[in-house]
Structure formats: structure tokens, C-alpha cells
């Protein structure tokens, strides 16, 4: 059974930052890509960031420069260090994965982010 642990989300402060971790479990193939996604009430999911098996990364625009996003394929972790983070960063913070010869998207339960300002 595929799972996707978030942690290391919680409340800070304007200017503060906070580093996310997701392990994944339970995939017997190759990860071709992780990422993080978000979900602020009454808004749509959005990308924040992503980053393939080489390493190729691709973050949302309104990051600019402030997150960095990293993984570890053997241990099949991905980890998002945010930086400067401001109140309209506040949402939850989901992770996903997408692996195996079908292609599959799997998902985190996800993790609270709070920046109060």
C-alpha cells in the first residue's frame, strides 16, 4: 500500500521559515516525480514545487526564490525548505508522488502551514 507522510508543517511567524518532509512507502518502482502542492480555504490546489528523478525542479511563481525543493531517491524523501514566508502562504501543504510504469499520482493526507503576520 502506497503511502506519503507529511511532516513538519505548523505555525510561524511573517519572515519565518519552515521546512517541510514527505517519505513515501510502499513503492517497489521508480519515483519519477515528487512535489508539493497546496490548498488555502476557498482557493484551488496549486503547484509549489516539484522535482523529477534528475534532479529537474519547477516551482509555482509566486515562490521567487523563497522555497527550495530537494529528494532524496534512495530514500524516497522529498523536502521543501520555505523561506520568508508570508500570512498568503497559510494552507495546507500536500505531497505527492508520481511513480510506476502506469504513471500513478499519489498523494499525502497533508500538512497545516500557518504564517501569521
Known amino acids: 500500500q502506497v503511502q506519503l507522510v507529511e511532516s513538519g508543517g505548523g505555525m510561524v511567524q511573517a519572515g519565518g521559515s519552515l521546512r517541510l518532509s514527505c517519505e513515501a512507502s510502499?513503492?517497489?518502482?521508480?519515483?519519477?516525480?515528487m512535489g508539493w502542492y497546496r490548498q488555502a480555504p476557498g482557493k484551488q490546489r496549486e503547484l509549489v514545487a516539484s522535482?523529477?528523478?534528475?534532479?529537474?525542479?519547477e516551482y509555482g511563481d509566486f515562490v521567487k526564490g523563497r522555497f527550495i525543493i530537494s529528494r532524496d531517491n534512495a530514500q524516497h524523501t522529498v523536502y521543501l525548505e520555505m523561506n520568508s514566508l508570508k500570512p498568503e502562504d497559510t494552507a495546507v501543504y500536500y505531497c505527492?508522488?508520481?511513480?510506476?510504469?502506469?504513471?500513478?499520482?499519489?498523494w499525502g493526507q497533508g500538512t497545516q502551514v500557518t504564517v501569521s503576520s
Open positions: 505527492t508522488a508520481l511513480h510506476g510504469v502506469l504513471m500513478t499520482w499519489s
Open positions: 510502499g513503492i517497489m518502482s521508480v519515483i519519477n516525480v
Open positions: 522535482i523529477n528523478s534528475g534532479g529537474v525542479t
